[in-house]
């Protein structure tokens, strides 16, 4: 069964930085455009950016541009979420996910997901 891992969730300050990372139990599934999704209290999940499958190519929602990274190490099978300048309104689970497709990801063609990791944004 694939799964999908996410870690480095946590309490952080407003402002600060913090990076996700998503250790996917079958590497075949590292070559699938793959990326992130998030899920605010009482809000519905939203779609945050992705990347290809061969890593030349991103994606992103106009509220992540400019202050979320996403990016793949195959060597060690994860996917990675860099995040920067955190505002409260960030505040969410983090789910990782991975498409059925190697060129897009969309909500509308995951594949896998993971279970989410917590990240609060206190001010």
């Known amino acids: 069964q694939v799964q999908l891992v996410e870690t480095g969730g946590g309490l952080v300050q407003t402002g600060s930085s913090r990076t996700l990372s998503c250790v996917v139990s079958?590497?075949?599934?590292?070559?699938?455009?793959m990326g992130w999704f998030r899920q605010g209290p009482g809000k519905e999940r939203e779609f945050i950016g992705a990347?290809?499958?061969?890593?030349?190519?991103?994606n992103y929602a106009d509220f992540a541009r400019g202050r979320f990274a996403i990016s793949r190490d195959k060597a060690e099978n994860a996917l990675h979420l860099q995040m920067y300048n955190l505002k409260p309104e960030d505040t969410a689970v983090y789910y990782c996910?991975?498409?059925?497709?190697?060129?897009?990801?969309?909500?509308?063609?995951?594949?896998?997901w993971g279970q989410g990791t917590q990240v609060t944004v206190s001010s």
């Open positions: 996910a991975a498409a059925a497709s190697h060129a897009l990801l969309t909500p509308r063609n995951v594949r896998y």
């Open positions: 990347i290809n499958g061969i890593g030349n190519s991103w």
């Open positions: 079958e590497p075949s599934i590292m070559d699938y455009a």
